[in-house]
């Protein structure tokens, strides 16, 4: 059974991010699933809760509902310029017990967290 939830979130997760940034609103997304508004608002309010979605509440055809926006951004060549590993002579090397360590390169760690100052040895 937990397999068929997650199966059915993953869906709603992707229905609500393919929404783009007109957002679904949370009864056509219960449609799109073919499953109560019970279950449908109670699993927009785990999503929520998980910092997954956005759940704006909007005034629809006269009644009030909440509308769901995706909180995942979408990848562009813009998120990943100055990445360290674009230009390192090693990532051929850099995996999980290799020469390089993603988790231990302290380029990579500078480049996500900019706060971090280090001395790169040119």
Same mark, same amino acid.
């Given at each position: 059974m937990p397999q068929k939830n997650s199966n059915l979130e993953q869906k709603a997760l992707k229905l609500i991010y393919n929404a783009g940034d007109g957002g679904i609103l949370q009864s056509e997304l219960w449609k799109? *699933?073919?499953v109560s508004s019970r279950e449908g608002s109670r699993m927009a309010k !785990?999503?929520?809760? !998980?910092d997954k979605v956005v759940r704006t509440k909007v005034l629809n055809e006269g009644r009030w509902t909440y509308k769901l926006f995706s909180k995942k951004e979408p990848v562009t060549l813009d998120s990943v310029k100055g990445c360290p590993c674009l230009i390192c002579d090693e990532v051929d090397k850099c995996f999980r017990g290799g020469t390089r360590d993603p988790v231990y390169?302290? =380029? *990579?760690? =500078?480049? +996500?967290?900019?706060?971090?100052? +280090?001395e790169i040895n040119k």
């Open positions: 799109e *699933l073919s !785990k999503f929520e809760e !998980k390169c302290m =380029a *990579l760690t =500078a480049w +996500i967290d900019p706060r971090i100052e +280090i």
